[in-house]
């Protein structure tokens, strides 16, 4: 059984930055390992993923240039360094990760990920 947990979210003013973690215990080799975020009212987003080998990793428009992910594939965790955050970043942040994605490449899509953690919520205020 697979297991995913985050820890890390807070609340924080505009411009501010905070880290996010997430680590993956389990039956897992080395899978691709992916933030979304989900706010009120709003489908699941696509933040960043990292491959299951660490070289590489994937952004969405939204996010790029303020955040970072970086992970330890061996040990199944990844971090994600969020700064200059906006009031619009509040959301509820998932960590999740599986196997489809490596064969897929989708690393984008929500439905590749078969484990989900159960979310940290990040607030960012005016």
């Known amino acids: 059984q697979v297991q995913v947990a985050e820890s890390g979210g807070g609340l924080v003013q505009a411009g501010g930055s905070l880290r996010l973690s997430c680590r993956a215990s389990?039956?897992?080799?080395?899978?691709?390992m992916a933030w979304f975020r989900q706010a009120p009212g709003k489908d699941r987003e696509f933040l960043d993923a990292i491959s299951g080998n660490g070289r590489d990793t994937f952004y969405a428009d939204s996010v790029k240039g303020r955040f970072t992910i970086s992970g330890d594939t061996a040990l199944n965790t990844n971090s994600l360094q969020m700064s200059n955050l906006e009031t619009g970043d509040t959301a509820l942040y998932f960590c999740?990760?599986?196997?489809?994605?490596?064969?897929?490449?989708?690393?984008?899509?929500?439905?590749?990920?078969?484990?989900w953690g159960q979310g940290t919520q990040v607030t960012v205020s005016s």
């Open positions: 389990g039956r897992i080799s080395r899978w691709h």
């Open positions: 999740a990760t599986g196997a489809a994605p490596y064969y897929s490449g989708k690393y984008y899509d929500s439905s590749q990920y078969n484990y």
